[in-house]
């Protein structure tokens, strides 16, 4: 039985920071420096960025988190899931946190960037099987090789979606 708790979470704290930094690693492993655009902690503190995290019991398992572009647009920043948890629907847990809160919030749509290399197919596949279809880039991002544009357009809910379980 699933006792996946997602909450607003604190991106400085210790399984979060660890979490945060093998998400990191992962996206430094495998673009280039220039194409990095994963947050470290003080961007996933900015006053446009809401972090969650999902918690099985007191373990940290996937954090993920929705940056306001504008009044109708967010964006999906740092979503990454520990690795024993994958394979779990964890990751997918998030996603659709993340797009609860977006709808919640009356965003019209959501976008996300990430890599076109082969480690980021199970990222883009997520997105895909989500309704998430290929874009221009957006909100500042340049047109290049390794990055991925994805966005979803919105019906907007009046359901609140902090506190959910699964």
Known sequence: MRRWVVEQDDPGSPDALALIEGHLAFARANSPPEDVHALEVTGLRDRDVTFFGIRNGNELVCTGALKQLDEGH???????????????????AMLDHLLAVARARRYG?????????????????????????????????GAGVN????????????EPP???RW
Not at 74 to 87: D, L
Not at 111 to 139: D, H, I, K, W
Not at 147 to 158: A, N, Q
């Open 74 to 92: 967010g964006e999906i920043k740092s979503m990454h899931t520990a690795e024993g948890a994958r394979e779990r629907d964890v990751g997918r």
């Open 162 to 164: 902090l506190g959910r």
């Open 147 to 158: 990055s991925v544009y994805m966005t979803l357009e919105l019906e907007r809910s009046d």
């Open 109 to 141: 749509r959501v976008s996300l960037e990430t890599g076109t290399m082969a480690a980021f197919a199970p990222a883009r596949a997520r997105y895909a099987a989500a309704g998430f279809v290929v874009c221009e880039p957006f909100a500042g991002y």
